[in-house]
């Protein structure tokens, strides 16, 4: 069946409102369209980070359903021993049922610090889903660089000034690198296409083993971006084929979407004021830099794909 | 918001929070700046707000668009912005006497109309 917002509304909101994400929060959206495709018990784990922070500033809890956060290097290391005591207790015959288990980390608790944990329990073949909600930088902590951070994006540690244009390194490609775990499951999400990812989401719930979702989540204090544009923004980095839509199932490449005019990646750099000092004519080659790297990805995306679209079938 | 925190004695063991989801009780929407308002006439209930709302704030009543939670909407103007048929106006807060709207948010000079919800 078809996902529909009209069916998907009339399920319960299992986070609640009144956490103290920032207003126009592109992290807290893909969350929440993640939370849109459960169904039945589940376990959320969470790293350290905005989305741990803002939805459970003590007294308060945005949870409605089991939650834990542990430290920021091991959620997907909690989730693991969750699981596995859930399977023992299962195999004892002490509780019944099945479970779902989701695990959550920003990039920087994916990408750099929780990485040894991820890769262990991707390793181990424990049955949970992880989705990195990828803002590019550690914006909880005031906007530092990660090694998700794209190449040239000013953050407070990779400063755009007389000298230095931002940061120096292209983001590591995190997706390839949970794929090499030969996992049954890995794909890239954006939530502006909320049928493709709640897709990817429910696809990944339904697959037994580790299952990866690498979502890309926008963040207006870091990206310097207006807040109305959370969901534009993210769709840009789709359209300028900066955050490609694919998934790689059993180790086959399916491309998910394919722009109809792949745009050039100024298109998405020019309204974001992490990226303001890159438009100045001085740093053209940079921007042409930019944009090679994104075509030769791009490229080698599209050579493992091949160039057929193939829809997230749920 | 409650006026006065609860005293370490008032506590739970071990700081349980027994209350899953009271978040509920904090109230975001005094953060605002603007609040959307709806109008009924214009609104095709496609929910494209309820979808991309990061504060579920969006209320939605027998799959139909029905107005917004003002305790907890943070005025971001997401909905504004990505409603496809400009259904929804940002009002700023000093100007809300100015403007007709239910508590929900509905305008009150564009009653939904049969035939109107496509």
Request: with cysteine.
């Amino acid at each position: 069946m078809a996902l529909n917002l009209k069916e998907l509304s009339k399920k319960p909101e299992l986070l609640s409102p009144g956490h103290r994400a920032c207003a126009g929060c592109g992290s807290v959206i893909a969350i929440r369209q993640a939370l849109m495709a459960v169904e039945g018990p589940v376990v959320v784990g969470f790293a350290t980070g905005c989305m741990e922070v803002s939805t459970t500033i003590y007294p308060y809890t945005s949870w409605r359903i089991p939650y834990i956060h542990d430290a920021f290097e091991n959620a997907a290391a909690t989730i693991s021993g969750v699981e596995t005591a859930f399977r023992s207790l299962k195999k004892q015959g002490k509780i019944k049922g099945d479970m779902k288990f989701i695990a959550f980390g920003g990039d920087g608790g994916t990408y750099d610090i929780g990485l040894q944990s991820l890769s262990g329990a991707l390793e181990r073949g424990h049955d949970f889903l992880y989705i990195c909600y990828n803002n590019g930088a550690y914006m909880n902590t005031g906007i530092q660089r990660s090694s998700a951070t794209p190449f040239c994006a000013a953050t407070t540690t990779s400063p755009a000034g007389e000298v230095v244009p931002g940061k120096a390194q292209f983001p590591k490609d995190l997706t390839a690198i949970v794929a090499a775990h030969h996992v049954p499951y890995a794909a890239q999400a954006s939530p502006h296409n909320w049928r493709d990812y709640i897709g990817k989401v429910k696809k990944a719930l339904a697959i037994e083993g580790p299952t990866f979702i690498n979502v890309i989540a926008s963040c207006f204090r870091g990206w310097r971006t207006e807040p109305t544009t959370s969901i534009d923004i993210v769709k840009m980095a789709v359209e300028t084929c900066f955050w490609p839509l694919y998934e790689v199932e059993n180790g086959e490449y399916k491309l998910n979407y394919k722009p109809k005019e792949k745009l050039p990646i100024e298109e998405w750099i020019k309204v974001q004021g992490r990226f303001k000092h890159l438009l100045d004519e001085k740093y053209k080659p940079l921007r042409e830099e930019f944009q090679a790297n994104v075509d030769q990805e791009w490229a080698a995306l599209l050579e493992k794909t091949g160039d057929q679209v193939q829809k997230v079938a749920v | 918001m409650s006026d006065q925190a609860p005293g370490w004695k008032d506590l739970p063991i071990g700081g349980v929070i027994d209350h899953a989801g009271n978040s509920f009780e904090y109230e975001t929407g005094d953060w605002r700046a603007a609040r959307p308002t709806l109008d009924k006439n214009k609104c095709i209930d496609c929910l494209q707000c309820w979808v991309f709302c990061p504060d579920g704030s969006i209320l939605v009543e027998d799959e139909k668009m029905a107005g917004f939670d003002y305790q907890h909407c943070k005025g971001c103007g997401i909905c504004a912005h990505t409603c496809p048929v400009d259904a929804i106006e940002m009002i700023s807060e000093e100007k809300v006497g100015e403007v007709e709207i239910d508590e929900w948010g509905v305008k009150k000079s564009s009653p939904p109309e049969k035939g109107d919800q496509g």
